[in-house]
């Protein structure tokens, strides 16, 4: 912090005269019957697409048939055997770019909004925004009812970044006219394992 904010703080500090603890709030958050079959609802809604894997069934076999035109493949993850390269390599972020399909692992889901929270698990986090198509591998299991379990959920990684993703990226102007992948991936598909 520099030393005009610090400054600034200070002065205020110096300045209560009283101060107040803070109020325990206890929210009780919307909570469903079935967390997953809400997940797969609530991320079709949102223009995105879930996915549950039955017992058995190849992840990699899945995304080849959901994206068979994509051709640069980008994953880290050491299961994903259809990636044709490892975004880590890439030193320059702006050499992602052209990249058809991303797979990325994500932490927690929300049932409430079909939101994933994705700690910055790449060396480039620009890979989840550039990308034209996403997908999300998680765990059912770390699918919560709602953003209050989430936040109790989630934490920052080393490298400080995480982002809830909900959906391909969205915009509409005054008209309400709706712009699908303006500033992100234009699709998006989390698969549940």
């Not at 002065?11 to 997953?36: A, C, F, L, W």
Request: contains cysteine; aromatic residues 6%.
């Amino acid at each position: 912090m520099d030393n005009s904010k610090r400054d600034i703080l200070e002065n205020i500090k110096r300045h209560t005269s009283v101060q107040y603890d803070m109020p325990e709030i206890d929210i009780e958050g919307i909570q469903y019957p079935d967390k997953i079959s809400q997940f797969i609802l609530i991320s079709k809604a949102v223009g995105g697409d879930a996915v549950e894997l039955d017992p058995g069934q190849d992840v990699n076999e899945i995304i080849r048939a959901l994206y068979p035109e994509a051709k640069r493949i980008a994953s880290n993850l050491p299961d994903i055997s259809v990636a044709t390269f490892n975004p880590d390599d890439v030193s320059d972020p702006g050499g992602l770019n052209g990249t058809d399909l991303a797979i990325i692992q994500g932490e927690v889901g929300v049932a409430e909004n079909g939101c994933v929270w994705i700690p910055q698990n790449v060396k480039q986090k620009v890979l989840y925004f550039i990308t034209e198509y996403l997908v999300i591998i998680l765990d059912k299991n770390n699918i919560v009812n709602n953003m209050h379990e989430a936040y109790e959920k989630i934490s920052f990684n080393d490298k400080g970044f995480g982002v809830f993703i909900s959906g391909p990226s969205k915009t509409a102007d005054i008209e309400q006219a709706l712009v699908v992948g303006a500033h992100g991936a234009k699709g998006v598909t989390v698969i549940l394992k």
